[in-house]
């Protein structure tokens, strides 16, 4: 009943200067991520209120990966979250939480391995690959849609990185991220402006 987000935010999306300019003047559209380890499950991944954080993403993934992000580049876009499956709402952490109980016991029956949460090296302590929350919210999402219940968006924040000093609760790349299911909820994109300090 309150799953619906009443108001637009801003979300920034890290990607390739050329593919960017490309969705920005209507000639591609975003490309959902269906990875195996994608923390929200399948989606259109935007930081909210966060470009820096989106560039950040994208210089790392022209490091790791020169020939699918030649030059880092960042896109606004305009979000209505609709239908939210708000990992910032109690409701939806304890459905989550019956979800993974429901997939536990599912595999189980199967005889198949329950996925887990890891590293991409060794010096990666934050469990970045994130194969269990995928499939645990992939699983959710199928239980809800099953019962007729069809989700636009998920959205979760994340709290990343080392400690900003000794036994802080805040951590050096805390953020919300948002998993777009419903291209239609994505109503404008736009390039980000840069500060101006004359003002």
């Known amino acids: 009943m309150y799953s619906r987000k009443s108001s637009f935010v801003l979300g920034f999306h890290g990607t390739d200067e050329e593919l960017g300019l490309e969705i920005l003047n ?6 959902p991520s269906e990875n ?3 923390w929200l499950g399948n989606g259109i991944y935007f930081w909210e209120n966060n470009p820096k954080r989106a560039m950040d993403f994208a210089k790392l993934e022209n490091k790791r990966n020169p020939g699918k992000v030649k030059k880092p580049f960042v896109l606004g876009a305009v979000l209505d979250l609709g239908n939210c499956f ?14 993974y109980k429901l997939l536990v016991s599912d595999l189980k029956e199967r005889n198949h391995v329950l996925p887990e949460n890891r590293g991409f090296s ?6 970045k690959k994130r194969e269990l ?16 219940c069809l989700f636009d968006s998920v959205l979760s924040s994340f709290w ?3 400690e900003l000093y000794k036994n802080s609760g805040f951590k050096q790349f805390n953020h919300v991220q948002i998993a777009i ?15 101006n300090d004359s003002v």
């Open 26 to 31: 209507g000639k591609k559209n975003f490309k």
């Open 36 to 38: 195996s380890y994608d």
């Open 86 to 99: 708000d990992l910032l709402s109690q409701e939806y952490i304890d459905f989550l939480q019956k979800a």
């Open 122 to 127: 060794e010096n990666d302590f934050d469990f």
């Open 133 to 148: 929350d995928c499939a645990v919210i992939r699983y959710a999402l199928g239980l809800a849609e099953k019962a007729g």
């Open 160 to 162: 990343e990185g080392k």
């Open 181 to 195: 299911r419903n291209i239609d909820c994505i109503k404008g994109v736009f390039l980000p402006r840069k500060k």
